[in-house]
Structures are given as C-alpha cells and as structure tokens.
T-cell receptor, first 116, second 110 residues
C-alpha cells in the first residue's frame, strides 16, 4: 500500500514570498490533516479535512495560511506571505474513519520549509 | 497549560538498559492514548496504543493512569535501533484529531 505522498521535500524562500505544499493521502482515507512541526516540538495541527470539508481549522493562521481539498483527495497548503517563524516541517497525515475507535494517523515524509 | 507534557530529555542509556518515559495530559475528557516514534528527520509513526489495562508489545510496555492523567512507556533491553524521539499523543473524546507532546529524545549508546 502506497503511503502519504508530499512534495516538495525541501523549500527555501525569503520572507514575504509565497509557497505551496502538496499532499496525496493514502487511497481511500477520508480524513486528511496538515501539521506544523517546529524544531524541538511535537506536531501541531493546522487543519483537518473530512472528504472535502473542513472539520477543524482553529489553529490555522488564516491571515497568511490557506488550505484546500477540492475533490476530497489531494490537498494543498499555502503560505502567503511567509514569515521567519514559519520555518518548520509541514507534515500531512491521513486516517481512515471507518474503523470505530481507530485514530491511527499515517504521516507523509513532510516538507521542510526554511524562510530566510 | 499544554495539553500534553513530556520531559524532552535527552535520555542517553547504554545498550541493554531499561528506560522509562512519562507523560501527563491536562484534559480529563481525553479518550485515546498513543506513543508515536519519530526518527531524526523522518515522520512520526505509531509505536503502540495505550489501553487502560496496560499493554505490552515485545520489549515495550505502555501504561495509563487515568486518575493521575499519566501515561508511561517502558523499554527493556534497549537496542541501538531504539534511538529516536518518542511522542506522547492524546485524543479527545469525540474528536478525530491528536494532541502531541514535544517528544522525549532517546539515544542508546553502544
């Protein structure tokens, strides 16, 4: 079974520039998550989709971050404009919701963003 | 107060040692508990779920104390390959999102 795919793996941009990340979840997984992991910290949820609807975006800085999952499969996360403090690894994860009580999330390899 | 708190370490232990990590969570409505493992520059992967009765998987034992809102992970006979960051993870009742601790870094030394 193919895992969660993300691209690019690395990105270096200057502050105030824009950047976009792409995620393709495991086939059949209805729920998709974007996390931000700053060095030395655990992942922090930015946004959660179920199919193409947003379930939770309470921690998404909406003045600069946006995300979409138009057809309920792939997703993109955009930052515009980027700030120095956005330097982090952006992890995409997916999970099946048909297994009651099962909350295992499968993570992609992440995109390492450096803002200079 | 953070949802999940862990001692960040690092823990440096010799091969064959037994090491224990602890984690506390703040929300008594928390329902599901997990330990994830994250290797350097890699993504987190589920190590084991934590059940109320405690559970064991080979050299790994996880325990939950709901009254104290405390989770533990015990690793026996440490191997070099156990070197990683161990993330304590909690899920709230009725929600499908996870709260991660900062992780505890373990290095097993030859």
């Amino acid at each position: 079974e193919a895992g969660v795919a993300q691209s690019p793996r690395y990105k270096i941009i200057e502050k105030r520039q824009s950047v976009a990340f792409w995620c393709n979840p495991i086939s059949g997984h209805a729920t998709l998550y974007w996390y931000q992991q700053i060095l030395g910290q655990g992942p922090k949820l930015l946004i959660q989709f179920q199919n193409n609807g947003v379930v939770d975006d309470s921690q998404l800085p909406k003045d600069r971050f946006s995300a979409e999952r138009l057809k309920g499969v792939d997703s993109t996360l955009k930052i515009q404009p980027a700030k120095l403090e956005d330097s982090a690894v952006y992890l995409c994860a997916s999970s099946p919701i048909d297994r009651v009580g099962s909350y295992e999330q499968y993570f992609g390899p992440g995109t390492r963003l450096t803002v200079t | 107060r953070k949802e999940v708190e862990q001692d960040p370490g690092p823990f440096n232990v010799p091969e064959g040692a037994t090491v224990a990590f602890n984690c506390t969570y703040s929300n008594s409505a928390s329902q599901s508990f997990f330990w994830y493992r994250q290797d350097c520059r890699k993504e987190p992967k589920l190590l084991m779920s934590v059940y109320s009765s405690g559970n064991e998987d080979g050299r790994f034992t996880a325990q939950l104390n709901r009254a104290s809102q405390y989770i533990s992970l015990l690793i026996r006979d440490s191997k070099l390959s156990d070197s990683a960051t161990y993330l304590c993870v909690v899920n709230m009742r009725g929600a499908n999102n996870l709260f991660f601790g900062t992780g505890t870094r373990l290095t097993v030394i030859p």
